[in-house]
């Protein structure tokens, strides 16, 4: 079964702490993409990151990084020193492609409050 | 470019009672999708096009048809409409590899189901 799992449903912290939004999935596909989504309180879907099978390299962004580890199926996104502006909604997704799928599969959500 | 839009924004509608949410980009892209997003269960899919004249089912398809004239158009249509399909609907659109890439979402539609 193709799944993402958020178990975090909200989260809060205060300003300057440092957030880590957990991601588990699960997929037989041994080729496949993981990403991130923010929706802010205004609800439009911002894209965050995008990351394939094959690349284990973490990545940083400003204050953002992103763990992703094969070994425990795992795309965990961290806030360092977090802002009120991150407050919002975050969709871990797993795409599924195949010669007769083409489908991306989110999971619940994790709601993120910083606190002033 | 506009990107993704959808109208309406808001839809208040009976049981029993059919209507289109419009969605359609400018951005040349194959794939689109449409979502709905209700609390606690995250965006579902409901139905995805890899281009024109192309469609296939998603995770929640009963009760929604769709088809795909045009590169730029990817209407939702409920027949008959249910309180269960009380939610917000996101449109999405992406390039090439379809699901492999960065969606593009449009604003969403809340729809109410009387």
């Known amino acids: 079964a193709q799944k993402v799992t958020q178990a975090q449903t909200e989260i809060s912290v205060v300003e300057k702490e440092d957030v880590t939004l957990d991601c588990v999935y699960e997929?037989?596909?041994?080729?496949?993409?993981l990403f991130w989504y923010k929706q802010p309180p205004s609800g439009e879907l911002v894209f965050l990151i995008r990351?394939?099978?094959?690349?284990?390299q973490n990545e940083i962004s400003g204050r953002y990084s992103w763990n992703f580890q094969k070994s425990t199926s795992s795309f965990n996104f961290t806030i360092t020193a977090s802002q009120v502006v991150d407050s919002a909604v975050y969709f871990c997704?797993?795409?599924?492609?195949?010669?007769?799928?083409?489908?991306?599969?989110f999971g619940t959500g994790t709601r993120l409050q910083v606190f002033p | 470019n506009a990107g993704v839009t959808q109208t309406p924004k808001f839809q208040v509608l009976k049981t029993g009672q059919s209507m289109t949410l419009q969605c359609a980009q400018d951005?040349?892209?194959?794939?689109m999708s449409w979502y709905r997003q209700d609390p606690g269960m995250g965006l579902r899919l409901i139905h995805y096009?890899?281009?024109?004249?192309?469609?296939d089912q998603g995770e929640v398809p009963n009760g929604y048809n769709v088809s795909r004239s045009t590169t730029e158009d990817f209407p939702l249509r409920l027949l008959s409409a249910a309180p269960s399909q009380t939610s917000v609907y996101f449109c999405?659109?992406?390039?090439?590899?379809?699901?492999?890439?960065?969606?593009?979402f449009g604003p969403g539609t809340r729809l109410t189901v009387l």
């Open positions: 999405a659109s992406s390039y090439g590899g379809g699901a492999n890439n960065e969606q593009f």
């Open positions: 997929t037989r596909d041994t080729t496949y993409y």
């Open positions: 990351r394939n099978s094959f690349d284990e």
């Open positions: 997704a797993l795409s599924l492609r195949s010669y007769n799928t083409d489908k991306l599969i």
């Open positions: 951005m040349n892209h194959e794939y």
């Open positions: 096009s890899v281009g024109a004249g192309i469609t």
